[in-house]
Each structure stands twice: as structure tokens, then as C-alpha cells.
């Protein structure tokens, strides 16, 4: 049995590292843990949250996925550009590594304008509505959360680029 949280739900997790599990069973002694990743995917729950490893969706990890989300923490999740389109077949709700990872470039890119944590978590909080405009784009047209992310993103570069050739002098 995994650990159980107020409102009844049960926490697994795996890691390699051996020290790592130690650590996490005795600072949550009910959390299930595993030394083998891929029990992960083949356990009853809601979400499977990737992290650490990219790659880690692959067509048969999709095919005994028993997760309906994926939203995890790893970089270059998809181990290749059509396992999304396996991922929303199999009715999983996917939310793409680098929409959902983004607070790590938020706190780096805030950093070059001199650190302000305030202004970082203020910038952070938003990759929820992003996220939430990306799954919503997605299910509205009929593609997948990746490419509607993707287009998001080029939509969001073109704006900026726009409005820099407006506000910034051109020299010549």
C-alpha cells in the first residue's frame, strides 16, 4: 500500500538510487517505494509523473501505461515524436515536458535581469494557465497537447519578435 493522503490517495515511487529511496522512506515511511522504474508503469494511478530520465515514454511503455495523465518533471520525455499521438489514442492526458517544466528557464532567464523572487514566482505561477491553454488548444482542434504546445510557443516568439522591431530603435 502506498502512502495515503488526506483525501484517500496512495503515492508511489521508484528511483535507482538506493540512497534516495532510504532518504524517502524515512521522511515518508507510507510512500510505496521501488528500485525498478518501470513498476511505475504498470501501477493502478491517476498520474505517472516521469522525472530525471528523458525517453521514458516509449510505444510500449504507452501500451501498459495505467496512468490517465502524464505530467512529470524529465526533460525530452517522448522517446520519439509519435508517441504522443499513441499517448491521445489511448485517451491519456499528456502535458508536455517543457510547458510544464518551464519554471527552472523562468528562473534562469530572471536571473540575467538581476534575481527577484518575487517577480520569478509571479512569471512561474502562469505555466498553469499555459498549461491549461495548451490542453484546452489541443482537445478544441483535434491534435495533440505536443503540437499545440509547439504552436503556442512559435505564436508567442512571433508576438515577441513583433513587438520588438515595434518598441526597440532599429540602428542603421
Known amino acids: 500500500m502506498g ?5 484517500g490517495a496512495r503515492v508511489v515511487a521508484a528511483d535507482v538510487s538506493r540512497a534516495a529511496l532510504e532518504r524517502l522512506r524515512a521522511e515518508y515511511p507510507d510512500v510505496e517505494t521501488h528500485a525498478d522504474p518501470d513498476v511505475l508503469v504498470e501501477t493502478d494511478a491517476d498520474v505517472y509523473s ?5 525517453a521514458a515514454l516509449t510505444a510500449d511503455v504507452v501500451g501498459a501505461l495505467q496512468a490517465r495523465v502524464v505530467c512529470g518533471a524529465a526533460n525530452n520525455q517522448l522517446a520519439d515524436a ?3 499521438k499513441l ?3 489511448a485517451g491519456v492526458l499528456y502535458a508536455p515536458d517543457f510547458v510544464v517544466n518551464a519554471g527552472g528557464l ?3 532567464s530572471d536571473e540575467i535581469q538581476g534575481y527577484s523572487q518575487e517577480r520569478a514566482q509571479a512569471k512561474v505561477s502562469g505555466i498553469f494557465a499555459s498549461t491549461l491553454e ?22 508567442r516568439i512571433s508576438e515577441v519578435g513583433r513587438l520588438r522591431r515595434i518598441l ?5
Open 134 to 155: 495548451v490542453l484546452t488548444l489541443a482537445e478544441q482542434t483535434g491534435i495533440t497537447s505536443t503540437i499545440a504546445a509547439t504552436q503556442l510557443a512559435e505564436r
Open 82 to 84: 509519435d508517441v504522443d
Open 87 to 89: 499517448l491521445a489514442a
Open 168 to 172: 526597440v530603435p532599429q540602428t542603421s
Open 50 to 54: 516521469p522525472c530525471a530520465l528523458g
Open 106 to 108: 523562468i528562473q534562469v
Open 3 to 7: 502512502h495515503l493522503l488526506a483525501d
